[in-house]
């Protein structure tokens, strides 16, 4: 019983020793870390390679309005708009084809239908886009009126 008791002691005190040793590791690599980071912001090759710079949001909504008033130009091109226009028409003629054949094959068909669907709802997405444009014209070329 003495026996145990001595070993039970021994391992309570090697057990100490061990989490008392984990601690300062733990404290050292929170220092290390403390340390490198300070080291990145000094202004070497990565400084504020973790702090990154705040957008302005003046600067996105600019940015935006930009991107959205280039898109409408270039989805009122009427060049743009002939090509879809070709495109639906071969992929219509090339699924009635399909259909013509003694076998259609129907992974072709699908696949084929599911283009046409992308093209034609693209189509329609940018004629919108074309209409809500004149409208706006119309609407400020009236102001300019008055």
Same mark, same amino acid.
């Given at each position: 019983?003495? #026996? ?20 300062? #590791? ?55 708009? #002939? ?64």
């Amino acid at each position: 019983m003495e #026996n145990m008791d001595s070993r039970m002691q021994a391992f309570e005190e090697s057990t100490g020793v061990n989490i008392s040793e984990i601690e300062e #590791n733990e404290n050292e690599l929170a220092a290390f870390e403390d340390q490198i980071e300070k080291d990145r912001n000094e202004g070497l090759f990565f400084k504020n390679l973790t702090q990154g710079k705040p957008i302005k949001k003046l600067d996105a909504t600019e940015e935006i309005k930009k991107i959205k008033e280039l898109t409408k130009k270039s989805a009122g091109s009427e060049i743009r708009r #002939n090509i879809y226009l070709v495109l639906i028409g071969l992929l219509l003629i090339e699924i009635v084809d399909s259909f013509i054949t003694s076998t259609p094959d129907w992974r072709k068909v699908a696949f084929l239908g599911v283009i046409l669907v992308g093209l034609v709802t693209q189509f329609i997405y940018e004629q919108k886009m074309l209409s809500e444009k004149e409208i706006a014209e119309e609407k400020k070329t009236e102001e300019e009126r008055r």
